[in-house]
């Protein structure tokens, strides 16, 4: 089976912390993606890569980088966390192609 | 841009049939997949859908009709286990093109 594994359950950082959420696929998947998710607007992607050191900005990219130094490993970066960060964070996995993406159990992340 | 809409909340009875009903506009289409998401859990993947027609898989089937923009999910021989979100989502485009999600559709299964 396909795993994808996010480093934490549930995380709770302060304003202006700089937070790392980390995530690793054991499918040697080519693709992987950082959404959020919350209340009423669904899924957003935040940002995904398609090939190590590859990055490209989703559809609300602001507030976060993300690094690919490993094929297996995407970390999402919240530079200085405020509390308009605080959500669900949902990493995937996907081969290329029309293949399905694998999604990890998601990080909850609260900032006070 | 990308639409992608749906019901916010359905209910239906168990041992029933539901249908879920998603439209989409898309600046190109190249597929369409279901998840699942039970609350505080991850999506998992129900089915996808490029060319028209039905796919049927077990209790849960998915239709498509590229010239509408639209799909459903139906779901058979409702079960309570079943009460979750239903995800649709869209592949605008080919390669590495991510997914596009619409809002979800949470449904209620009662007795």
């Known amino acids: 089976d396909v795993k994808v594994t996010q480093s934490s359950r549930y995380l709770v950082k302060r304003t202006g912390e700089k937070v790392f959420l980390e995530c690793v696929q054991d499918?040697?998947?080519?693709?992987m993606f950082w959404y959020r998710q919350d209340p009423g607007l669904g899924l957003r992607l935040i940002y995904f890569?398609?090939?190590?050191?590859?990055?490209e900005k989703g559809d609300i990219p602001e507030g976060y980088s993300v690094s690919r130094e490993k094929k297996e490993r995407f970390s999402l970066i919240l530079e200085s966390a405020s509390t308009n960060q605080t959500s669900m964070y949902l990493c995937a996995s996907r081969q290329g192609g029309n293949t399905e993406a694998f999604f990890g159990q998601g990080t909850r992340l609260t900032v006070v | 841009g990308q639409n992608i809409d749906q019901p916010t909340e359905m209910t239906a009875t168990e041992g029933a049939i539901v249908q879920i009903n998603c439209t989409y506009q898309t600046s190109g289409f190249n597929g369409l997949f279901w998840y699942q998401q039970h609350a505080g859990e991850a999506p998992t993947f129900l089915s996808y859908n490029v060319l028209d027609g039905l796919e049927e898989k077990g209790r849960f089937s998915s239709f498509l009709s590229r010239s509408k923009g639209y799909s459903y999910l139906l779901l058979k021989e409702l079960q309570m286990k079943d009460s979750a979100s239903y995800l649709c989502a869209v592949r605008a485009g080919s390669g590495n093109t991510p997914l596009v999600f619409g809002k979800g559709t949470r449904l209620s299964v009662i007795a």
């Open positions: 499918m040697d998947h080519e693709n």
């Open positions: 890569s398609y090939d190590v050191k590859m990055k």
